[in-house]
Structures are given as structure tokens and as C-alpha cells.
């Protein structure tokens, strides 16, 4: 029967123990306050202790504890301007990544060098991010493709082809076809009215 009281007991406190841990919140910034307190007070403890039995007076030992403090807050790391520095860091090379997929597209696209930035700055970028953070590289074409709709000035036009070209250009040979047409013509009036005239 003991036993079985005993196993009751365990149980009703068992359950008042989960019903207080559901209504109770823990706070943990009061927590952590009263672990750092805690160290903060063995911390001198041990310091006093140490410069004690080094036999320093009391005035002493307060100097030295204001020199020790001042020592390891001067040594401590500067751990947010270390996140900051990382978080630039980071955006700086999110920004290469989507600036050198954007210039891969553009050139997909056949922009020149000379329009290709101010396509890529008026480009809304901005929604180009997949959920895992990589660049979306349809999106990004999407993107560069609307400004180019929005502003067709900026779309490049065919390129004309200067210097030696094997078979000429088309308007070379448009013109050319017609110039020796035109000879052609020249050279079998001429023949006729030569012929006309003997």
C-alpha cells in the first residue's frame, strides 16, 4: 500500500508540477541577469582572494582590481562591430553575385557595353532572390526584358558591319546589283545604237 501512495504522490506532483510549468513563464533576460551577477560576484571573490595572498593592502587590491577590469574590457572583442562588419560584407557579395548574373543576362540579351549598366540600374532587382538566398536567373532576365519593353530606345539594333566582309553586306549588294545593272544596260545601248548607226 505504500508503495502505491507513494506512486500517487509522485503522480499528483508530477501533474502540479507540469500545471505551474504551463502557467508559469520563465523570464530569461531576469535569468541570465542573475547568472552574470553570480559571476560577477565569485569573479571578485577570487581576485580578492588571489591579490590577498600576494599581500597587498586593501587600497592595493582596489587599484589592482580597477587595473585587472580595466585590462580585460580594454582586450574584450568589439563582437557587434564584428557582426556589422560581416553583414557588409555579406550584402557586398550578395551584390557582386546579383551584379555579375545581371551582366551574364544582359549580354545574353545582346546589350552593348555602353547601355548595358543603365539597363541593369533601372532594372527592378529587388524580387530576384530565390528562398535559399541564390540569384534567380529567369527572374533577373524578366526583369532587364521589361525595361528593355518599357524603354525600346535602349534594345539593341543590328550592328553594321565595317571593314573586309567576305560577300559584302546587304546594301552593298542591293546597290552593287543595281550599279551593274545599270552598266549592263549602258553597255547594250551603247552596242545598239553603235550598231544602228553603221
Given amino acids: 500500500m505504500d508503495e502505491n501512495n507513494n ?4 503522480q499528483a506532483e508530477q501533474q502540479a508540477q507540469a500545471e505551474q510549468s504551463k502557467g508559469a513563464e520563465i523570464d530569461y533576460d531576469k535569468l541570465a541577469s542573475l547568472i ?12 580578492k582572494g588571489y591579490l590577498k595572498q600576494q599581500g597587498l593592502s586593501q587600497d592595493e587590491m582596489t587599484e589592482a582590481i580597477s587595473a ?11 563582437v557587434d562591430g564584428m557582426r556589422a562588419t ?3 560584407l555579406q550584402a557586398q557579395i550578395a551584390q557582386d553575385k546579383l551584379d555579375k548574373v545581371a551582366t551574364d543576362e544582359a549580354l545574353k540579351l545582346g546589350l552593348d557595353a555602353k547601355t548595358m549598366p543603365y539597363v541593369v540600374k533601372m532594372a527592378d532587382l529587388s524580387k530576384v532572390y ?11 532576365s524578366k526583369a532587364l526584358n521589361q525595361v528593355l519593353t518599357d524603354i ?6 543590328a550592328k553594321e558591319n565595317r ?6 553586306n546587304d546594301e552593298s549588294k542591293d546597290s552593287s546589283k543595281e550599279q551593274q545593272e545599270e552598266k549592263l544596260k549602258n553597255i547594250f545601248l551603247n552596242k545598239r545604237q553603235i550598231q544602228s548607226i553603221i
Avoid: C, Y
Avoid at 571593314?163 to 559584302?168: A, D, E, L, T
Fill in 86 to 88: 560581416i553583414e557588409k
Fill in 163 to 168: 571593314g573586309f566582309q567576305v560577300g559584302g
Fill in 7 to 10: 506512486n500517487g504522490s509522485q
Fill in 152 to 157: 525600346p530606345a535602349l534594345r539593341p539594333t
Fill in 36 to 47: 552574470e551577477g553570480k559571476q560577477k560576484v565569485t569573479e571578485d571573490t577570487v581576485i
Fill in 130 to 140: 530565390k528562398a535559399d538566398g541564390t540569384v534567380d536567373t529567369d527572374a533577373v
Fill in 68 to 78: 585587472f577590469k580595466a585590462k580585460r574590457e580594454a582586450e574584450k572583442p568589439d
